[in-house]
């Protein structure tokens, strides 16, 4: 899956663009499918990933099953502002799509793929250097909409019911602290994901998420 700053880049990309949607709610949606609620541990979800990332027996983001469901071809007659979360929703399991797709290429390469196999705990390795570019970014681009945005909304509306009450507001509010309060430092070498190669998802992933929308009619 994909950051969450990698999926509020992609968010920022889209309202830029032109996206002409309520910009909290959009933003909301888009950490939307990462609200499910941890036990103590946060070894088990409440909805499990399968079904906050609409996931199939094989593991694949069915984003398109989501979108027929919950937006499809009634999305005009949807309130503004359910209608943007639920956007921002299904923008984000697209770029989990995007993120998979370049995972994968990542996975497969010799340096990573023997590690991988080796030691099932690895992948963790590469997370570090994943959410050190996402504070690197943060500390590179003070104008972004985290800290514009995101960090500024207090609550989220319920407006999908296979989650919890409070789920999305929980959410937001562990994101904001976790990226306002943790001790990481940046500054560091990035050997399992350059910033370079976070840049090139940004803007490769966000093309071809703004194509689909629009060939949706989501771009007006």
Known sequence: MATWIAHLRVAERMLNKGLKLNKISFVCGNI???????????????????????????????????????????????????????IGYYTHLLTDIEWKRMGENQKNAPA??????????????????????????????????????FMHITEAQDYLDYFPKGAFTNRIEYIRNYYLSEDIDPNRDYVYLTK?????????????????????????
């Open 32 to 86: 939307g499918p990462d609200a499910g609620v941890p036990n103590e541990d946060w070894s088990v979800f409440n909805p499990p990933a399968a079904v906050t990332h609409w996931k199939d027996g094989e593991g694949n983001i069915c984003a398109e099953d989501f979108y027929e469901k919950y937006i499809g071809n009634n999305f005009k007659e949807v309130d503004k502002d359910r209608l943007s979360f639920l």
């Open 112 to 149: 990573f793929k023997e590690k991988l196999e080796r030691d099932s705990k690895f992948i963790w390795t590469m997370k570090e250097d994943w959410y050190g570019l996402d504070f690197l970014y943060l500390k590179e681009n003070k104008n972004n909409i985290f800290t514009e945005c």
């Open 196 to 220: 370079e190669e976070m840049d090139n998802f940004i803007e490769e992933a966000s093309k071809n998420i703004e194509k689909q929308l629009f060939e949706k009619g989501i771009f007006l």
